[in-house]
């Protein structure tokens, strides 16, 4: 793709949508544009705000015994979903004009949390982090001793959007101060399996998406010996910039190929979490594709675009939990919060969105390109 096209704000809105009904069906007219199979998966036990239907759409192009390819994902996390979508109907959109045959695979998983995506919450309908409930579940859950003294601090019975900010603020600095920085932000960010209405929690078991995600590996990368993967996110690191989470060993093969791929500066960066190292992540969606695909070798990352500094994405945090927490909020109060979540997570400038959806469509070209020169 031509890179005055990638700066274009028609592309942006063309790409970027204001709601999961309108995602989706931008996403299923990209993928007919484009001649790509569809495969639908349905959550028949919850539905959407307005009482529609909630699903999953699965877009394959390419060859159907193809040994390598590219899958990417949007909406592990419901609103960050809109930059996976936009990014995802992008990559079809080329590939609907492009000359060149494609020899890998590529499938693009729409919406693998749909519930969250149209709820505009971050979690499952369950209220479980998706990107933390791929554990193996039949080992137990992992263990974070200091999350529970945490979880008082962050969520004081009194707390409010308007007044809570402050003391929470306060009280988590002076744990800091006292415990250090790292361990706050291993222990408040890696996933907990204790508090269902605390950051990061687990769940008790398998979700629906989680169980779907199995089925369309299983479905469509039976074949494949080589996955090039990208799971879209927003949140982390600098305003409409990409932070990059490998998960490949760090200095093994597939770290160095990610590093040919996306640049060696973006993988191996120690930012984005205050000056300490990233948590000891538990049960990531990257995880579960390792172990839906055992033959397969999987080389990609949790690709993140900043928003807001870190102080601020917790409070966004913290005003969706109050979200859930809190019925007796009138309509206005419940839609204002609402908009703060979903603009913490995917702001609507354009300036925003054409970045962006410039790095998205660059990120999936290197992976396409990459995975062509794959020995």
């Not at 909630?54 to 909406?75: M, Q």
């Not at 209220?127 to 579940?137: K, P, Q, S, T």
């Not at 609402?338 to 790095?359: G, I, K, M, N, Y």
């Amino acid at each position: 793709m031509h890179t005055k096209t990638l700066v274009s704000g028609a592309l942006a809105g063309d790409c970027f949508s204001p709601d999961y009904a309108t995602a989706r069906a931008r996403f299923l007219l990209a993928a007919a544009r484009a001649g790509a199979r569809l495969d639908t998966f349905t959550n028949d036990a919850v539905k959407g705000p307005d009482g529609g239907v909630l699903t999953t759409d699965v877009a394959v192009l390419g060859p159907a015994d193809a040994a390598r390819a590219l899958l990417v994902i949007s909406a592990t996390h419901g609103p960050e979903g809109f930059v996976g979508s936009a990014a995802q109907i992008a990559l079809l959109d080329h590939l609907a004009t492009s000359s060149t045959a494609l020899d890998v695979r590529v499938v693009l998983v729409h919406a693998v949390n749909p519930w969250g995506f149209a709820h505009t919450v971050r979690t499952t309908e369950n209220g479980v982090d998706l990107n933390r409930n791929f554990i193996e579940w039949s080992r137990g859950v992992p263990a974070n001793p200091l999350y529970p003294e945490l979880h008082a601090l962050l969520f004081p019975p009194d707390w409010r959007p308007e007044a809570g900010s402050a003391a929470t603020n306060a009280a988590c600095d002076a744990w800091i101060e006292s415990h250090g920085r790292a361990r706050y932000v291993d222990a408040t960010s890696k996933g907990q399996y204790t508090h269902p209405d605390g950051f990061h929690y687990g769940g008790t078991q398998r979700e629906w998406s989680n169980r779907t995600l199995e089925a369309i590996v299983e479905r469509h990368l039976a074949t494949v010996r080589k996955i090039a993967l990208i799971d879209w996110h927003t949140g982390l690191g600098e305003r409409g910039e990409p932070f990059f989470l490998c998960f490949n060993e760090r200095a093994g093969a597939a770290w160095q190929r990610a590093c040919a791929w996306w640049g060696q500066d973006r993988i191996e960066t120690r930012g984005g979490f205050g000056g300490v190292d990233r948590p000891a992540y538990t049960g990531l969606l990257f995880d579960g594709v390792q172990r839906f695909a055992p033959e397969a070798e999987v080389t990609g990352a949790v690709i993140e675009f900043g928003t807001l500094p870190n102080d601020e994405m917790r409070h966004a945090l913290q005003i969706e939990r109050h979200l859930k927490r809190s019925p007796d909020l009138s309509p206005a109060e419940r839609e204002r919060m609402r908009e703060q979540v979903a603009d913490a997570f995917s702001p609507a400038s354009l300036a925003w969105q054409r970045s962006v959806l410039t790095h998205a469509i660059q990120i999936q070209q290197a992976a396409l390109g990459g995975l062509h020169h794959w020995d």
